[in-house]
T-cell receptor
Framework: KNQVEQSPQSLIILEGKNCTLQCNYTVSPFSNLRWYKQDTGRGPVSLTIMTFSENTKSNGRYTATLDADTKQSSLHITASQLSDSASYICVVSEGGGGADGLTFGKGTHLIIQP | DAEITQSPRHKITETGRQVTLACHQTWNHNNMFWYRQDLGHGLRLIHYSYGVQDTNKGEVSDGYSVSRSNTEDLPLTLESAASSQTSVYFC?????????????FGPGTRLTVL
């Protein structure tokens, strides 16, 4: 069964610090991997999407990396801000799959403290 | 601006009642999706539609139904609400068909079944 595991489950860091969130997956065949940000009480919003041939993708202070060989991805947040407090969800798409080919991780809950 | 809305945002109902959650998008997207989000689980797909008159079952479709009579709306109906259906429900839409499409999520509906 396809699985997406995220770590840590939760993380607390001070404002201005950097952090890295991890995503490991067993989805096969692989098509693409996305990171979503979900603020409390809101729906997820897409941050990045990477296909097999991409190993880095940036969106402002967010940088995602992908190692398709080891089936690992990370999301690095630079110079964190209070507004970065949210859950970050890793989603992996199965190659050839449609809507039912998406596997969602449980998310990492990030808290930025002033 | 184009958007995706859900109503109601909060709903309390009793076991056995029929409940309908509304989802409306103004992007003119062909693809629409319903997910539920529970603690300890990633987002799970309930039903999805690739166009008018098209509906498909997702991973957790039992007890739910959808109908697609126009491009803009995909209402989700709980035929006979059960306590196990207490959850936060998210509607999403996307433009492209296939695994590369980015889904845009609504704000969610928090449903409590007593």
């Amino acid at each position: 069964k396809n699985q997406v595991e995220q770590s840590p489950q939760s993380l607390i860091i001070l404002e201005g610090k950097n952090c890295t969130l991890q995503c490991n997956y067993t989805v096969s065949p692989f098509s693409n991997l996305r990171w979503y940000k979900q603020d409390t009480g809101r729906g997820p919003v897409s941050l990045t999407i990477m296909t097999f041939s991409e190993n880095t993708k940036s969106n402002g202070r967010y940088t995602a990396t992908l190692d398709a060989d080891t089936k690992q991805s990370s999301l690095h947040i630079t110079a964190s801000q209070l507004s970065d407090s949210a859950s970050y969800i890793c989603v992996v798409s199965e190659g050839g799959g449609g809507a039912d080919g998406l596997t969602f991780g449980k998310g990492t809950h990030l808290i930025i403290q002033p | 601006d184009a958007e995706i809305t859900q109503s109601p945002r909060h709903k309390i109902t009793e076991t056995g009642r029929q409940v309908t959650l509304a989802c409306h998008q103004t992007w003119n997207h062909n693809n629409m999706f319903w997910y539920r989000q529970d603690l300890g689980h990633g987002l799970r797909l309930i039903h999805y539609s690739y166009g008018v008159q098209d509906t498909n079952k997702g991973e957790v479709s039992d007890g739910y139904s959808v109908s697609r009579s126009n491009t803009e709306d995909l209402p989700l109906t709980l035929e006979s609400a059960a306590s196990s259906q207490t959850s936060v429900y998210f509607c999403a839409s996307s433009e492209l068909t296939g695994s590369i499409d980015t889904q845009y999520f609504g704000p969610g509906t928090r449903l409590t079944v007593l």
